[in-house]
Structure formats: C-alpha cells, structure tokens
C-alpha cells in the first residue's frame, strides 16, 4: 500500500485544481459590490470621485469574465499559473479601484487580503509567498500614494496619520495571519483526506484478506466429509483389490464424492462461502494472527494473558473485524520496527472491558510528539537506525493513523505514553524506556458473546457479491 501514496497525493494536486467558474462568480460577486459602493457613495454620501476611471475599472472586471465565459467551457479547471495569473488580475484591479478611492482612508481596503486567501487555500506556498508580497507592496504604496477623498463642496475627507499607520499595521498582520492560518487549515484537510484514502485502501484490502480466509475455511469444512469418505473407499479398494469382487459399487461411490466436490468447488467459485464459525475468535488468537506478520523480522514477540476476574480465564471470544486486525497489526508493526530485541503484547479483560498493552524496549515515543501521534503524516519516531533496517515504514505517521482510525471505527480508546518495560525486573528496567501503547474496548463493542453481536449459527451462506 505504501508505494500507492505518492500517486494518492499526486491525484490530489490534480483533483484540488479550482473551476474557473468558481473565480468567475466570485469576481461578479465583487463587480456587483464595487459597483454598489460607488452608487451609493454618489447618491447618499455625495463623494467627488473619478467616476469614469472607476467604472472603467470595473468594466474591465466585466470583459474579463465576459471573455472567460464565452471562451473556456464551463467544466474548465485552472492550473497552478492560470490560477495564480486569475487571482493576480484581481488583486491589481481592486488596488486600482482603491488608488481612485482613498487608498487606506476608504474602509474597503480590508478587501486586499481577499485574494491572497483565495491563494493560500487553492495553490502552492510559491503562489502565496508571491502574492502575498504583492500584496503588502500595494497596501503600503496605497497608504502614500492615492487620489484624496471628497465630496461635491470641497470637504476632503481624510484620516489622521495614526489612523492610516494603524490600519496599514492592522493590514499588513491580518493579511498574514489570515495567510498562515488558511493554509495550515488547507494542509491538514488535505493530509486528513489523503490519509483517510489511505485507511479506506487498507481496510478494503483486509476485508478481501478476510473473505478470502472465510473461503479457504469454507472450503476445507465443506470437503472434509467427502474426501474422508474418498480416502477411507481407497483404502477399501486397495483391500478388495487382492480378490478383485465388488469393484463396481467402491467405484460408484468414488464417482459419486468426487462429483460432490467438484459442485462444492464449484459453488465457492462462483460466489464463496461465509463460514460463520470464522467470524468470531478467541482474543489472544487474533492478537497472534495480527503478529504472527512480524515474527521472522529478528524481534522477539511475547503474548501475555491477564484475566481480571477468575469466572472467565479464558480469553473472550471477539468478533472478527478487519479494522481489528489491520489496526492491530500496525501497532504492533510500530513496535517491532522500533524495538531492539523484544516486544510484549499484553491481553487483558474484565466483565466490562477488553485491554490489550504493547510495549516495546526501544527509545520510546519523543515526548514533544506524544500528543500529535495518530495525526497523519507526522514525523517519524526518533531512532538511531538507519532506514534500511526497519523495511516497510515510511516514517509518515500514516501507519499510527491508519490504525489509530481503523480501531476507533471498532469503539477503540487509544493512548500513548512512555515508560520502563513493566515485564522487565527492576535491575533491566532501568537500562532503557520504550513506547507504550493501550487500546480499551467496552467489552459490548467487541465480544461476540453479547446479544447485539452474538453469531447466528446454522448452514453457511453464499457470500452476496
């Protein structure tokens, strides 16, 4: 799954490309404002301004979008410079507007940081960098360089210098932060989107893995009957084969069971069998088949059994889910890649909760990451061995996330620390400091037993496909 991510995330570079409608009705969105500001500054506020160069500043507003219109199809998405040269156009067309209108006395210029917001939203850091130095260019050219307002009777209307030097500050920190703050937010609904694609690739992936377990499983319960049966009439022809009587009948029988398997086979090709007796297992079962990946990799893997209460020493029986055992797999992949020599695996449960505890003896979580762990994409763990040693991780965050969401999905509580080996004595304990990592269930989420999840038992079913 891993080499998928970068043509994930080069899909996505793609698919964010804005439609060239968006930006058309945004910008009539603004022609129809302009041209509101200007009426109404004539008519009820009796400005002197420059009335032609005004409209004639907007008009081209409106042959800009006229053109785009009649030119581009409506399904038409911008690349990287068509976007920036779009929203470059408005930033200088309402700069003009503002030169002919005050500059930083007109209140309007807040509007300036408009564009530079469509930018940190929609293309590249490049793009806004650029952009926003533009922008702050104009804001400062504005608030020396501009035609003075005034109305009909010669009342020039200006603010006090204070006043212009605040509101150019004022711009200047609002068009960063809102900057900055657009796209932080964009890059991590970007990152949540990518990863969540990724944990729906994973997740489609493990339900195949387990239909096809279900099938294998299936298949040699349906088969055991007839195959015993043809094992147990060889091995009476091969004793009636001394005298040569009763050839016939064996030899019926044998056509009969392999004709039996073959419609068996048969029926499991066309659709497969879902076993239900597989979709339940004991807790430390599935916690040995979701580790079982991770055994031949040098690392020691220990599963413990702790039973809170005596009436049940044996592990719960939990419904079989594929979030479970990819989500329990990832963790448990985390510590084998991270640990020295060992991982342990502790399984605990009591009549209202199912914990399992992995430990590893490595170096541990950075302790200024532990809050952001299950984000995606998140730097990697702090580790003194080279990458070539620890194969199949990628050092994104993604593999915590992925699990960390797979089993949220199952009523899962996560949580990570640090802390000495509780299964080391104290002597060894105080030689290193690994990651801890405690996943809780309520015990009805999981535990095939309860009513809302008790099995049906009767015939397999076909699988519905």
Request: proline residues 5%; charged residues 20%.
């Amino acid at each position: 799954m891993s080499e998928q991510i970068p043509s994930l995330l080069s899909d996505r570079n793609r698919s964010n490309r804005i439609k060239l409608r968006t930006l058309i009705l945004l910008r009539w969105v603004a022609v129809v404002g302009q041209l509101t500001a200007i009426l109404v500054s004539l008519r009820f506020y009796d400005l002197k301004l420059e009335l032609g160069f005004c409209l004639l500043t907007v008009g081209i507003s409106v042959i800009a979008n006229l053109i785009a219109i009649f030119i581009f199809p409506e399904n038409k998405r911008l690349s990287e410079t068509e976007n920036r040269m779009t929203v470059l156009f408005d930033l200088l067309q309402l700069s003009v507007l503002l030169y002919l209108t005050g500059g930083l006395h007109n209140p309007f210029a807040i509007l300036v940081i408009a564009p530079v917001i469509v930018s940190a939203t929609s293309m590249s850091l490049r793009s806004t960098v650029l952009l926003g130095a533009l922008a702050v260019v104009i804001i400062s050219a504005l608030a020396k360089y501009h035609l003075v307002l005034q109305t009909n009777n010669g009342t020039i209307l200006r603010l006090p210098d204070v006043f212009v030097f605040g509101n150019w500050v004022a711009l200047i920190i609002a068009l960063v932060f809102v900057s900055v703050y657009s796209r932080r937010i964009t890059d991590e609904i970007h990152a949540m989107s990518d990863a969540l694609a990724a944990t729906q690739m994973a997740l489609s992936r493990e339900q195949k893995l387990t239909d096809l377990g279900g099938v294998v499983a299936a298949a040699a319960h349906e088969l055991g009957t007839p195959l015993a049966t043809i094992k147990l009439t060889s091995a009476e022809l091969m004793d009636e084969l001394e005298d040569r009587q009763d050839l016939l009948e064996d030899a019926q029988l044998i056509h009969q069971q392999a004709d039996r398997c073959r419609d068996i086979l048969r029926s499991m090709g066309r659709a497969g069998k879902d076993d239900l007796h597989m979709r339940q297992a004991p807790l430390t079962t599935m916690i040995s088949d979701a580790a079982d990946p991770h055994r031949g990799r040098g690392k020691q893997i220990y599963i413990e059994e702790h039973p809170q209460f005596e009436e049940q020493s044996h592990p719960p029986s939990i419904l079989r889910l594929p979030e479970f055992i990819h989500g329990m797999r990832n963790l448990i992949q985390n510590a084998v890649d991270f640990a020295e020599t060992t991982v342990w695996i502790e399984v605990s449960w009591t009549e209202q909760q199912i914990t399992v505890l992995i430990v590893d003896d490595g170096e541990g979580f950075p302790p200024q990451l532990i809050g952001r762990i299950g984000d995606p994409f998140m730097p990697r763990r702090r580790s003194d061995k080279p990458l070539d040693k620890r194969p199949a991780y990628e050092g994104m965050g993604l593999g915590l996330f992925i699990a960390k969401t797979l089993l949220e999905r199952t009523g899962a509580e996560l949580n990570f620390a640090n802390g000495s080996n509780p299964f080391l004595s104290v002597a060894d304990a105080n030689h290193g400091h690994g990651a801890i990592v405690e996943v809780t269930w309520p015990r009805s989420k999981l535990d095939a037993t309860v009513s809302g999840n008790r099995i049906p038992q009767g015939q397999n079913m076909p699988i519905e496909v």
